[in-house]
């Protein structure tokens, strides 16, 4: 089967609740069948309003959805067939989990012998056979979570949205149902729209990520890419931790720039300046600058310790570097780690290729 | 593994479970300190009253007392002949004794209960008593009136000689115990309890359903507006609680009246003509009306507290499983909903059933209930036996809905917020 590259299609869908503030601005996202993509962003930034107006919840201001070649505004909920996990599960307290996974069955009137077929397998995906006959109040939060992705999954929808579906859970479970899901994704092969603000969740999970800020979508890539060449501040920021130092391009050229901060001078990898004198936000990963580099490193600044922090596989070394005291440092935990104590000046070096000049903040 | 199981004892040698309770001693005196006014004042107020209420229902001494020794007399009477001159003996001396204390009026109240006629016969036996001769009573009874001769007010003297009676209940009912001692139904045109009954049923019941139906899309909008909105509605829902009932109840009355508003605006939009108003109020309609809107809010808050709990995305969840609104709605929604139904319903129709100044008031002779029956004996006829009886009546019947529910819908599936 050849998978359609827009399956799920946003062409310039506008949202706007109040008809002063746009929620969502301009949206245009093609999803592929088969995909698992996430939303992630912060609270407020049009990402859970996306996947309303998909679900049929929200109907958009302006623009339109089309689900495989179809314009679905117009199409009621119940009619787009697609499945949903909801943020607190939403599983039907008064019915069993045999009952809840039956009642998408029962409305498109599938015969009881194929439903409950259906409903075994569903729940053998989950590993909760065994459960039917539970009440969703007799199953804990992880055992309800698993109820709700079967049920979403029961009536073989090709689309799967998924509200923040993990948020309620504790750390470890979190992580346990984030592969789980992913496995799911993984062995049935249907789309997955997924809605989180937690990055290490959407990263763990994802074929693509949409960052969402202020109703746009900031950037849509792969997970590695997007940690690895955020394309602008804000996508820096929010994905993992950053270093970064403001200031202005005072050259140009070859693929590098030089930026001036206040007293100093470091050399960057451009990305969106274009020209002298522009106002940048150099971003630095944590991991990618080192403590007195054995090899050439094109910037090398010393710095002072101002805390260090232990944590185990590494340490967090804060220093005080060209003016920003928030630079913060990894270094793995080795025998070889010389001098990190607090007031220690040390000598830390990066390549200008992992410094990336970004739009100013 | 042995079935005896070993006693535990404290670090100090002390049993656990007599170390325990004496740990707990104070915390229980102590919390039952905190609630002995609210006991005491339910004593006082609730269970005291409802346990003379019980006792007065069928309590028949004031009679019995009042005619010892006839009744001593008619012990050996067989009640199919006049009795014996022994038995108008002893009457004529019970009788004396009521007229030296001023007592035979009470006598002559509690005997017309009985049977029709006694007031009467009474008064004139107290005049012709006083010029009694010593010696057959029987024959100077007989005389005063005919119907001292008729061997059926004897019987009905005789009726009210044990000390407890159930006749009072029988009588809610249009039923009696008959000269053989039958329990028989009154004559079809004096049978107006069972009417009261059947009605106070019907209104109640009919009442609970329009409430139900106008709740349930006001408590469903309560519980789903924004705030701001939902807060205005709410208000207007408890306004009329914070009015007296009786204005509230008045007001109805403003209303409905023949020249009332709403009669004004049929005829000002020519549903009904200037001379044939209809009336809606001292009947049953008026009734209907006032009494739904008065307990309008005993449902809407149940259901309100209720529907506040299930979370949207269930309907959401519904819908987008490929459940029409409709099937989500009454697949999802209303299961979830029946305990603030339950909730509701039950305490408007107990409410309902012993409704008082609303039907008294706007009901006229077709809309009232049984409380106004009950009303009308303690403060008209005195009868307070009567009226503690059908009080009973009122109650067990509120007991026995109350159990049919417990055995339908679970008594611990209902919710009040």
């Known amino acids: 089967m050849a998978s359609k590259k827009d399956f799920v299609k946003f062409d310039k869908v506008d949202k706007s609740y109040d008809g002063k503030v746009l929620v969502v601005k301009d949206l245009q996202l093609d999803i592929a069948e088969g995909e698992f993509i996430t939303m992630l962003g912060p609270s407020g930034s049009g990402k859970t309003t996306c996947l309303m107006m998909l679900a049929g919840f929200e109907t958009p201001t302006n623009g339109e959805i089309y689900l495989d070649g179809k314009a679905i505004s117009s199409i009621p909920p119940h ?58 109040g007799q199953l804990s939060g992880g055992q309800q979570q698993r109820v709700a992705v079967a049920r979403s999954l029961v009536f073989d929808p090709q689309l799967v949205l998924m509200d923040e579906p993990l948020g309620a859970l504790d750390k470890n479970l979190r992580e346990s149902m984030q592969y789980e899901i992913k496995h799911i994704h993984e062995s049935i092969g249907v789309t997955v729209v997924y ?6 969740e959407a990263l763990t999970m994802s074929n693509r990520i949409a960052v969402f800020n202020d109703g746009k979508v900031q950037q849509l890539s792969s997970p590695d890419e997007l940690y690895e060449k955020p394309v602008n501040s804000f996508v820096a920021e929010f994905i993992g931790e950053n270093n970064t130092f403001g200031g202005e391009v005072s050259d140009i050229s070859g693929g590098k720039c030089k930026v001036k901060l206040a007293n100093a001078e470091i050399l960057a990898n451009p990305i969106s300046v274009k020209g002298k004198g522009e106002r940048t936000t150099v971003s630095l990963r944590p991991e990618r600058a080192l403590i007195n580099p054995s090899t050439k490193m094109d910037n090398l600044h010393k710095g002072k310790i101002e805390e260090v922090i232990y944590h185990g596989d590494h340490t967090r070394v804060r220093i005080n570097l060209l003016g920003n005291p928030e630079f913060i440092l990894k270094v793995p935990n080795s025998s070889s780690n010389l001098d990190i104590k607090l007031g220690n000046e040390i000598n830390i ?3 200008s290729d992992d410094a990336r000049a970004l739009d100013p903040k | 593994m042995s079935s005896e199981t070993k006693q535990i004892l404290t670090t100090d040698g002390i049993p656990l479970e007599v170390s325990l309770k004496k740990a707990e001693r104070k915390n229980k005196i102590k919390a039952f300190l905190l609630v002995a006014p609210l006991l005491f004042f339910l004593i006082i107020t609730y269970v005291f009253p409802i346990g003379d209420m019980l006792f007065r229902s069928v309590d028949d001494k004031m009679v019995t007392q009042m005619l010892p020794k006839t009744f001593k007399a008619m012990e050996n009477w067989d009640g199919q002949e006049l009795p014996e001159e022994e038995v108008f003996a002893a009457f004529h001396e019970d009788f004396i004794k009521l007229v030296e204390d001023k007592r035979e009026g009470k006598l002559s109240t509690q005997l017309n209960y009985t049977k029709n006629g006694f007031k009467s016969i009474i008064k004139k036996l107290r005049r012709a008593s006083k010029k009694f001769e010593e010696g057959n009573y029987k024959e100077q009874i007989m005389s005063v009136h005919k119907r001292w001769a008729d061997v059926e007010y004897w019987r009905a003297i005789q009726r009210r000689a044990p000390e407890f009676t159930g006749q009072k209940y029988l009588k809610g009912m249009d039923m009696y115990v008959n000269e053989e001692g039958k329990i028989v139904s009154v004559e079809e045109d004096r049978r107006i309890h069972r009417v009261l009954w059947l009605r106070t049923l019907e209104i109640a019941f009919f009442v609970t359903v329009f409430c139900f139906l106008m709740a349930y899309p006001i408590a469903h909008l309560l519980a789903t507006l924004p705030m701001k909105y939902s807060n205005l509605l709410m208000i207007c829902v408890l306004l009329p609680f914070w009015t007296s009932l009786l204005v509230r109840t008045a007001s109805w009355m403003i209303l409905l009246q023949q020249q009332g508003i709403v009669n004004d605006f049929f005829v000002g939009i020519g549903l009904v003509a200037d001379d044939n108003r209809p009336e809606m109020m001292y009947n049953k309609t008026g009734s209907y009306v006032a009494m739904t809107q008065i307990l309008l809010p005993f449902m ?87 009226a503690s009886a059908m009080g009973l009546m009122l109650l067990s019947g509120v007991l026995v809905i109350y159990w049919l529910y417990n055995k339908i819908v679970g008594i611990d599936n209902i919710k009040l917020g």
């Not at chain 2, 909730?343 to 409704?355: K, M, N, T």
């Not at chain 2, 609303?358 to 403060?379: E, R």
Request: aromatic share 12%; glycine share 10%; proline share 6%.
């Open chain 2, 300 to 386: 809407v808050l149940p259901l309100y507290s209720v529907m506040k709990t299930i979370s949207p995305s269930l309907m959401r969840a519904g819908k987008s499983l490929g459940g029409t609104p409709f099937v989500a709605f009454w697949k999802v929604y209303f299961p979830l909903t029946i305990p603030g139904i339950g909730a509701g319903c039950l305490l408007v129709f107990i409410l309902a059933i012993g409704y008082y100044i609303t039907p008294a008031l706007v009901g006229g002779a077709s809309g009232t209930l049984i409380s106004n029956q009950i009303a009308f004996h303690m403060k008209s006829t005195l009868d307070w036996s009567f």
């Open chain 1, 349 to 351: 070096g990066w390549n």
């Open chain 1, 79 to 136: 009619k787009r067939g697609i499945g949903m996990v909801f943020q607190n599960y939403a599983l039907f307290p008064h019915m069993t989990v045999y009952e809840n996974l039956a009642f998408p069955l029962r409305v498109r009137k599938i015969p009881k012998d194929e439903a409950d077929k259906k409903i075994d397998k569903a729940l053998s995906m989950v590993s909760l056979q065994g459960f039917a006959a539970r009440m969703p």
């Open chain 1, 195 to 200: 809605v989180t603000h937690d990055q290490s």
